[in-house]
């Protein structure tokens, strides 16, 4: 059986920007704060979500290492490494070891559109190079290249490769996954619309855009489902499910940064090539949130 990082919702935290463009890590630190006091169990640094795409090497290892130190042993703190370059990937995941990271997030390969013997070869590389427990991504719709539950399988035998972020959107992949691999692969939600169906299946939990925003919510929704209480699992699940939804109005984590923004935080706008959305889908985001009563709620 492999170890388990992490049990309940870890956060794909965003990184947020000041006016100039630069990491305002002040910001950052209200952020994790916000999380840790409302229950986040993980706090997942420099993940998509975190805008990795378009960090440089040397902001990519300043984030992991501020968070890393700031959290200080409150929740464990998975560092997002995965690039197309698998040598890049490897420089990115040994650095967030020797900072400490209690396990590392590698999202599947972008743009090259690696066969699965290709993939098998990258995640193995990077396995071999560090000595952390590492948590695949395989997330199609972003990357073009989904992870086959018989990659999963090979996969699952390297000792450091011990769970996979699911975000095909496919129940049924998932259950492949968890016959094909059992307690030697651990899964994630990486669907916050999926949470419930997936830990019916033995997830252990999510890694979420949606705990951002609320973080209490989505903590309570994997607790539930792991004390075995579906029914309150699947109410608290629909009752969130329209801002769920709502955070992926415009191409993420565009939606999920205007949306701290409206509650009050100061998480700026992303990088190019991502902009602010426009004043339509603002408007429609800000009347999901002043309905779960979000609008200027941090002060």
């Not at 396990?103 to 599947?108: A, E, K, N, Q």
């Amino acid at each position: 059986m492999k170890d388990t990082i992490f049990t309940g919702a870890g956060v794909a935290i965003v990184t947020p920007m000041d006016d100039e463009g630069f990491v305002n890590y002040e910001e950052f630190e209200h952020l994790i704060d916000f999380n840790i006091a409302n229950g986040t169990d993980a706090i997942i640094v420099c993940g998509t979500t975190g805008e990795s795409a378009t960090l440089s090497f040397l902001e990519h290892c300043d984030v992991v290492k501020h968070c890393i130190d700031y959290v200080a042993g409150r929740v464990p703190v998975i560092a997002g490494t995965g690039s197309n370059d698998t040598n890049f990937a490897i420089r990115l995941s040994k650095k967030a070891c020797e900072y400490g990271a209690d396990g590392l997030l590698i999202v599947t390969p972008y743009y090259n559109k690696a066969s699965q013997r290709g993939l098998i070869k990258h995640f193995t590389a990077i396995a071999d190079a560090v000595d952390k427990p590492i948590i695949i991504y395989s997330v199609a719709s972003r990357t073009g290249v989904n992870i086959e539950p018989a990659t999963c399988l090979a996969l699952s035998k390297h000792k450091n490769i011990v769970a996979i972020k699911e975000a095909s959107g496919n129940i049924s992949q998932v259950a492949k996954i968890r016959a094909l691999c059992g307690d030697e692969l651990n899964v994630y939600s990486g669907n916050d619309d999926q949470i419930v169906p997936m830990m019916a299946l033995g997830a252990k939990g999510v890694i979420s855009v949606l705990s951002n925003v609320m973080p209490k919510e989505t903590h309570m929704i994997a607790k539930y489902c792991l004390d075995g209480e579906y029914d309150k699992a699947l109410k608290l699940s629909l009752d969130t499910l329209d801002l769920a939804n709502g955070l992926f109005c415009d191409v993420n984590p565009i939606p999920v940064k205007e949306a701290l923004n409206i509650m009050g935080f100061n998480a700026g706008s992303c990088r190019l090539p991502l902009c602010d959305m426009d004043d339509e889908k603002k408007a429609f985001l800000k009347g999901i949130l002043d309905k779960h009563q979000l609008v200027g709620s941090i002060r």
